[in-house]
């Protein structure tokens, strides 16, 4: 995909690509800009892979595509921020859709951001809210796993930003505290913990390691 031609220059180094555009520039800061293509080869069992794209200061920004060594297109991802933001899409060697993806980016550069969550005592009514911000993607949207068979969807999985495992650590929350237990107190014990795995703000809020399900 290259040819081995490669430059340097005040503006950092880069390589020209067969179609004699530039790929893979690294500016006087050491940020990655513009177009790249990544090569990862096979380790361990670990098929190798390839994938094109923009970066953006030296984060992933807009359509990443993901190709395997023979060339075929196995993924199509979307980056905001350097993360994953909006529907991405899987395929196997034959090209069929295999799964969608729905993630949500938080930006780094804030401390703080808000996020529209499902309220647990109203299921069906969301409330903004505001959280510290860890700069992850986070499962946001309904995912789709496909028959590639059929083409049609045989399994569907939604998440909230996590519902069904905070309604669980809420659950065990209250068995543990019993009379003590404040739902006010909870919910701003839990906003304090910023957005890592609910597993870890499991680890903060039970102190043990009790399965997030």
């Given amino acids: 995909m290259f040819c081995?031609?490669?430059?340097?220059?005040?503006s950092g180094n880069y390589v020209i690509g067969v179609k004699g555009d530039t790929l893979n520039r690294v500016d006087s800061k050491g940020q990655k800009q513009g177009k790249w293509v990544i090569h990862v080869d096979e380790l361990r069992g670990e098929p190798g892979y390839e994938e094109e794209g923009e970066f953006r200061n030296n984060r992933k920004e807009g359509i990443w595509r993901i190709y395997s060594l023979a060339g075929d297109l196995t993924g199509i991802e979307f980056y905001r921020w350097g993360n994953k933001d909006g529907v991405c899409q899987y395929f196997n060697a034959a090209g069929q859709l295999t799964r969608e993806e729905s993630w949500k980016a938080l930006n780094p550069d804030k401390l703080y951001d808000t996020l529209e969550v499902e309220d647990l005592d109203h299921l069906d009514k969301y409330r903004t809210v505001v959280v510290k911000n860890e700069g992850a993607a986070i499962k946001n949207g309904i995912w789709k796993f496909y028959n590639t068979e059929t083409g049609m969807i045989y399994k569907t999985e939604t998440y909230t930003l996590g519902k069904l495992e905070i309604l669980k650590l809420r659950a065990?929350?209250?068995?543990?505290?019993?009379?003590?237990?404040?739902?006010?107190?909870f919910h701003n014990n839990f906003m304090r913990q910023g957005f890592p795995p609910i597993k870890i703000v499991r680890q903060a809020m039970l102190g043990d390691n009790s399965p997030t399900l």
């Fill in 4 to 10: 081995s031609l490669a430059g340097f220059g005040q």
């Fill in 172 to 185: 065990d929350v209250m068995k543990k505290q019993g009379a003590a237990f404040s739902l006010e107190h």
